[in-house]
């Protein structure tokens, strides 16, 4: 006699139940995947905080190293004697709800908007710099609608050009975030809600900062090349995201000639007029300030020159920073270009209230003593 397949002390309710739990089963799997197959939420899943901070999480570190003790021989006891043995279930909470036991801050973190930033390490504090002035980048543009954006015909065929480097060139300027802009020169001013504060008009954007810059240094006679490449247009291009920005720059950067040793991303804060803005002998200036990446192994190497810089900057217009910061993997890209030169800069002139007055006045102070630091490096290099 054949066995039936199917259990008779079940009703056809427990197996309906049980088909239907494996539908659902297939089912979540199935929009998973396509979930995480889609490149913006697969950047907004793998790419977030508490994603990002996994390697530097000291639980995840003990855990896989204590694994891996137990699968290579002399390496148990090694490991053991430096590392302490994790709790689980305080290692599990940890990674499910970034929260760590024994911790205040982690739990405060979670409840007040923006504290997560205190990641962001104050290496030199400006006037007025604290935890609730700390940088923070404005949230990514619709590249479809800015780039519909109603522009020149001559000036969008000068966005979309990459310019090639001068041979004599070493200093090399470009905008990782092309588009971000400042309310005062857009058409609408005070009015454009500030996470809108973005354009591909050159003229109201960071772009316009980065030729302030260039020819400054024109006048100064430092060669230099600046790039104007729209990068809103390069992401989509490439079917990238705003989380692939500096990629894209990093392309971009590519074709830069070797005598370029000075590399200037100039950028612009979200923070607000009364943040951003200084009064020095009666003249108004956009304050500026500089990130460095600590994921470049050599990061102190420009770490020292962006030190100098900024402490000359503060002794000729006291207040005009608002200071120097550290940044890692878990609170940004990390890396920032900084590892192709030992005088890789990452600048933030101003925020989304400043105008092109106070954007030259900050530009030709920025200049004046970044000219007194080339011409330094100059003779010290020729020595």
């Known amino acids: 006699m054949n066995k039936s397949p199917f259990n008779e002390n079940l009703s056809w309710k427990d197996y309906v139940r049980t088909y239907l739990n494996a539908c659902l089963l297939f ?3 199935i929009i998973f995947v396509c979930m995480i197959s889609i490149p913006k939420i697969n950047q907004n899943l793998f790419g977030s905080f508490s994603m990002l901070s996994l390697p530097n999480n ?3 570190t003990n855990t896989a190293l204590l694994m891996f003790g137990s699968e290579i021989p002399g390496f148990e006891k090694f490991v053991s004697e430096r590392r302490e043995v994790p709790d689980v279930g305080n290692a599990i909470m940890e990674l499910l709800t970034d929260l760590r036991a024994g911790d205040l801050m982690s739990f405060l973190e979670q409840e007040v908007p923006g504290l997560k930033l205190v990641s962001t390490e104050i290496y030199v504090a400006g006037k007025g710099t604290d935890f609730s002035t ?12 800015l780039l519909a954006e109603d522009v020149d015909e001559q ?8 310019v090639v480097p001068s041979e004599n060139s070493s200093v090399f300027i470009y905008h990782s975030h092309s588009w971000e802009a400042f309310r005062p020169l857009l058409d609408g001013g005070e009015d454009v809600v500030p996470s809108n504060a973005s354009s591909v008009d050159n003229n109201k954007n960071i772009v316009l900062v980065g030729s302030m810059l260039s020819d400054a240094l024109d006048e100064s006679g430092i060669s230099n090349t600046h790039d104007k490449t729209n990068m809103a247009q390069l992401l ?18 590519q074709n830069v000639n070797e005598k370029a040793r000075y590399f200037i991303d100039i950028h612009r804060d979200s923070a607000t007029k009364d943040i951003t803005t200084i009064d020095i002998n009666g003249k108004n200036y956009a ?21 100098e810089l900024n402490a000359k900057m503060e002794a000729a217009y006291p207040g005009i ?3 120097i910061f550290k940044k890692s993997k878990a609170d940004g890209d990390g890396l920032y270009n900084q590892d192709l030169s030992e005088r890789a800069i990452l600048i933030e002139v101003g925020g989304i209230d400043n105008n092109e007055e106070e954007l030259k006045n900050t530009i030709d102070a920025f200049s004046t003593i970044f000219t007194e630091m080339y011409f330094k490096d100059a003779v010290q290099v020729n020595q």
């Open 321 to 323: 920073s608002r200071g």
């Open 287 to 307: 304050r500026l300030y500089f990130i460095v990446g600590t994921a470049n192994e050599n990061y102190d190497q420009n770490l020292k020159f962006v030190e």
């Open 155 to 162: 000036e969008e065929e000068e966005e979309n050009e990459q």
């Open 236 to 253: 989509k291009e490439n079917n990238w995201t705003y989380y692939d920005s500096y990629k894209a720059s990093r392309n971009v950067m």
């Open 27 to 29: 089912l979540i799997v």
């Open 134 to 145: 700390l940088p923070a980048e404005s949230p990514p543009p619709n590249f479809d609608e």
């Open 58 to 60: 000291e639980a995840v």
